[in-house]
């Protein structure tokens, strides 16, 4: 193999690390100005090392890479960096970097950078992965909280006036004398899902911080009515996504490279946005596919300001009998909320994170976890293998793929009882987006920014309380949930034993319905953080020779 090294004539250093297939590691480099005609690359001279016979070849991520020649990538960077005006439809139109906004990327279509994936079904060969069509996702751009200019003082100002309007709305939506003609809980659900809605709109209008928040909160069916549980499910798929234009200046500043020498190809409508980033997707210069997703820029200053006024508001809830606050935590759902927050912006954590999933589940063939590029990672970007797959709750799809649906069931179950049970390392947001099936029927974790740890003694004492529910043991299942901290030992719990007992005796009886199964999988799993009280009832549906 050979390994092409550029080093400029004027400079007595030599640059190691700079190839086409690899990372551009000297991130001090010059910057290369892509104007620059062909000539001026003839002020670097190019020398070829072969690596030896015994040397194994480098690779990359786990796989040998695919060299390019140097003609060929000045060629396209002399091409790839003029912006030109093309005929588009009978009309002229601009078009960057070979991208028109007809909807190409670098002159392709966007769909040739879905793999197109096939499996034998019933003797044919069928496609089961749908060529996945990019939706135009609304912009940041007319938020306040994108511009660069947004002061603390009127964010605190934005944040305050939405918390009075929000403890005005619920008091009168409580409040029975209020409605006219009467109070009726049908009207005062009407009333409710005029506020859900408003309340989702405001979370948006207030930006990444909220968004999370509300994300969040929509499993949290404790805390809020059911109308505000559902109006905030849909912030998972319904964010605004950054300007391309500010994703290529992030990345760019991130890698310190021009675009065009990080990515063959590189597509400027996210396929995904959340509330913190989005996904693009992208190709190497080895031809890989992958997903690069990218940090909304300011967060780490929108978390500062907005979270020391979280902090007041939960401390005021806590102190409110109208609120719950004796009976509800609401000081400590915040500070949960501040850790998950700080630590999902540091994607370096996040891609560590996912690397030692995929490690836990090495041996299962079952389930994947997309490979990290670390070498174009950083605390804003993370490049990741591009797996694309079939949401875990879109059963039509499922359907038309002929996948088992009982076997999908099994395998979510098993995988979670292996974090819980096993690993004690369990991914904490899954999700719909964060869990879909592959073409072979594996499950597919994304996004490990939010994760779960359990120590070696709850770990255990976990154990024991399924083995306990397992032999009916009402006991035994007491005694597991003291030890948790789950339960108060009182004077007499003959009472709380014979409610377990019960409990255990009624579901043990039960026949699994694995439509059943299914659902929860589909809709409770997928969409609730992980609970004890679910994986127990999980649990009780498998087989007895487990």
């Not at 990345?251 to 400027?268: A, R, S, T, V």
């Amino acid at each position: 193999m050979a390994a092409f090294l550029a080093s400029s004539v004027h400079s007595p250093m030599t640059v190691q690390d700079l190839s086409f297939c690899r990372a551009f590691a000297p991130r001090n480099f010059p910057p290369i100005e892509t104007s620059r005609d062909a000539g001026e690359f003839s002020g670097f001279k190019i020398e070829a090392r072969s690596s030896g016979s015994g040397s194994p070849p480098a690779k990359i991520n786990g796989r040998a890479p695919q060299m390019v020649p140097v003609e060929e990538a000045t060629s396209r960077i002399r091409k790839n960096s003029s912006s030109i005006y093309d005929t588009v439809n009978g009309s002229a139109k601009k078009v960057i970097n070979g991208s028109a906004v007809n909807g190409r990327v670098n002159g392709s279509s966007l769909r040739a950078l879905v793999p197109q994936k096939t499996r034998q079904i019933n003797g044919e060969s069928k496609r089961i992965l749908p060529e996945l069509d990019v939706k135009v996702l609304p912009s940041d751009e007319g938020f306040s909280w994108s511009n660069e200019n947004y002061s603390k003082f009127q964010r605190n100002f934005d944040v305050w006036s939405f918390v009075l309007a929000l403890r005005s709305r619920t008091y009168l939506d409580n409040a029975k004398w209020t409605y006219i003609g009467g109070f009726s809980e049908e009207k005062q659900k009407i009333r409710r899902r005029g506020t859900a809605s408003w309340l989702r709109e405001c979370i948006l209008q207030l930006g990444p911080t909220f968004i999370k928040l509300g994300q969040l909160s929509s499993t949290r069916t404790d805390l809020f009515p059911k109308e505000f549980v559902e109006e905030l499910a849909k912030l998972q798929d319904r964010v605004p996504a950054i300007s391309s234009q500010k994703a290529r200046v992030l990345i760019e500043k991130e890698l310190g490279l021009p675009i065009n020498m990080i990515f063959k190809e590189f597509e400027d409508q996210p396929i995904a946005a959340a509330s913190l980033g989005q996904v693009h997707r992208a190709v190497l210069q080895n031809g890989e596919r992958v997903a690069v997703k990218v940090q909304r820029p300011g967060l780490k200053r929108l978390f500062d300001i907005d979270l020391e006024n979280l902090k007041l508001i939960a401390e005021f809830f806590q102190n409110s009998e109208t609120l719950g606050g004796p009976t509800r935590d609401w000081v400590g759902v915040y500070e949960e909320c501040r850790t998950i927050l700080y630590q999902e912006i540091n994607y370096i954590k996040e891609g560590r994170n996912a690397d030692r999933f995929r490690r836990d589940f090495r041996n299962i063939k079952w389930v994947r976890v997309p490979e990290i590029y670390w070498d174009y990672a950083t605390e804003k970007i993370l490049t990741l293998e591009y797996v694309p797959g079939i949401k875990i709750n879109n059963l039509d799809l499922l359907d038309a793929g002929n996948y088992d649906r009982s076997q999908i069931a099994r395998r979510a179950i098993e995988s979670y009882l292996i974090q819980i049970l096993k690993t004690g390392f369990f991914h904490a947001d899954p999700h719909p987006g964060n869990l879909a099936i592959d073409v072979d029927g594996s499950l597919i974790y994304y996004d490990f920014g939010m994760m779960g740890e359990i120590k070696s003694f709850t770990k255990d004492r976990l154990l024991q309380m399924f083995y306990a529910v397992y032999e009916k043991d009402a006991k035994k299942v007491i005694q597991s949930l003291v030890d948790l901290g789950a339960l108060q030992p009182t004077g007499d719990m003959s009472s709380v034993r014979r409610s377990i007992q019960y409990f255990l005796d009624r579901i043990l009886n039960q026949k699994p319905d694995q439509e059943a199964t299914l659902s929860a999988i589909g809709e409770e799993l997928a969409i609730h953080s992980i609970q004890i009280s679910l994986l127990l009832k999980l649990l009780l549906l498998m087989p007895r020779n487990c």
